[in-house]
């Protein structure tokens, strides 16, 4: 199972609306016969490419998926039909498909065929893993990562707007994989407008995982400037008007992001946590002190009891050259 998260892994970014999901398939002797993932843009399933690498080995065989195979009559038969056909004996399954098309029918086909079924296997390291479509599906909303590039004191630029760069060379790399894992990438108007990015994902030997760009907008004259600016400069990018970031986000979640990381300024990262809308938060900590004059990392809340501050619980924390990388989710 470990192996077919893995591989799942790698499709991060890729395959939405899909999940990413692994698969393994062993001979009766135990020996690995196929393995995949599912493909790039959602299709095929990982259990038909793995079934078809292992051919008449997987007879007998054990099937080892990180989610539940499907039971519905997609452009192919359905994943659990494909198992079944192939004579596996044995299947390993991580956790529950929450689509409504399966949920629950896979296992159940699988084992009214005879097939001894197990589910359950690091299931907690499944479901993190496709948070996005799991969240997407039972929620209407999409998983949102918010990236913080921030100095020690939690800020994220001087008083002057300067901010090139904060992070070293090794985190901004990292950030480019951020990237390459989410769906789309939510930002600001005076994000761009100040940094004019280019929200690409500039790794070499990757292509093909540059998230779709959205910039929200409102009425005031300083952020009206960005409708010009991305028609002129960014074709494909676009525009979102109006602050309303879960009104956006429900939309985004109805044509199928599962995924989506926000990388703008202190007024978004404000916006989107009293909407109660980040599930993660990825900081990049850098060793310099900006200071009091310096501009936050999230905009003001006005707390008056700690009760009311977002929690999150602490998940992974990385040495990145001279910064540390932290992952926070939501607790
Ligand atoms: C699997 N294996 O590798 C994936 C699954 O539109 P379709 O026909 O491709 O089906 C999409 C649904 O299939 C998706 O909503 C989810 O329930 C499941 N994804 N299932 O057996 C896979 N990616
Ligand atoms: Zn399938």
């Given at each position: ?41 959602g299709?095929?399933?990982?259990e ?46 991580a ?71 904060i992070t ?9 994989r ?34 779709a ?113 932290e ?5």
């Open positions: 199972m470990r192996v077919a998260l893995g591989r799942a892994r790698r499709g991060l970014g890729l395959t939405g609306p899909n999940p990413t999901v692994g698969c393994v398939i062993l001979d009766p002797q135990g020996r690995v016969a196929g393995q995949a993932r599912t493909a790039d843009g299709r095929p399933h990982a038909t490419q793995a079934l078809a690498q292992a051919g008449e080995r997987a007879r007998g065989g054990t099937a080892i998926v990180t989610l539940e195979p499907c039971a519905h009559e997609g452009e192919t038969g359905p994943c659990a039909n494909a198992l079944i056909s192939a004579g596996i004996a044995h299947a390993v399954i956790t529950t498909d929450p689509d409504p098309r399966t949920a629950g029918a896979g296992i159940e086909r699988l084992r009214a065929a005879g097939i001894s079924t197990e589910v359950g296997v690091l299931e907690a390291e499944a479901r993190a893993l496709n948070a996005g479509f799991i969240k997407r599906v039972t929620q209407g909303l999409p998983h949102l990562t918010l990236k913080l590039g921030l100095s020690l004191d939690g800020k994220i630029a001087l008083a002057n707007g300067a901010s090139q760069w070293g060379a090794e985190a901004r790399q990292r950030g480019h951020l990237r390459a894992q989410a769906d789309f990438l939510l930002t600001g108007a005076k994000t761009v407008l100040k940094d004019e990015p280019r929200f690409t994902v500039r790794i070499a030997g990757i292509s093909g995982a540059d998230p760009v959205g910039v929200v907008y409102d009425a005031d004259r300083a952020d009206q400037d960005i409708v010009g600016w991305v028609n002129q400069h960014r074709s494909g990018w676009r525009l979102l008007p109006g602050w309303d970031f879960s009104a956006h986000l429900r939309a985004l979640a109805a044509e199928g992001y599962n995924r989506v990381l926000a990388e703008a300024g202190g007024g978004v990262a404000r916006a989107l946590f009293v909407e109660d809308l980040v599930d993660e938060i990825v900081v990049f900590r850098a060793g310099k002190v900006l200071g009091g004059d310096a501009r936050d990392g999230v905009g003001l809340f006005g707390f008056t009891d700690l009760a009311q501050a977002p929690h999150f619980g602490r998940v992974d924390v990385l040495a990145l050259g001279p910064d540390v990388m992952v926070w989710r939501r607790a």
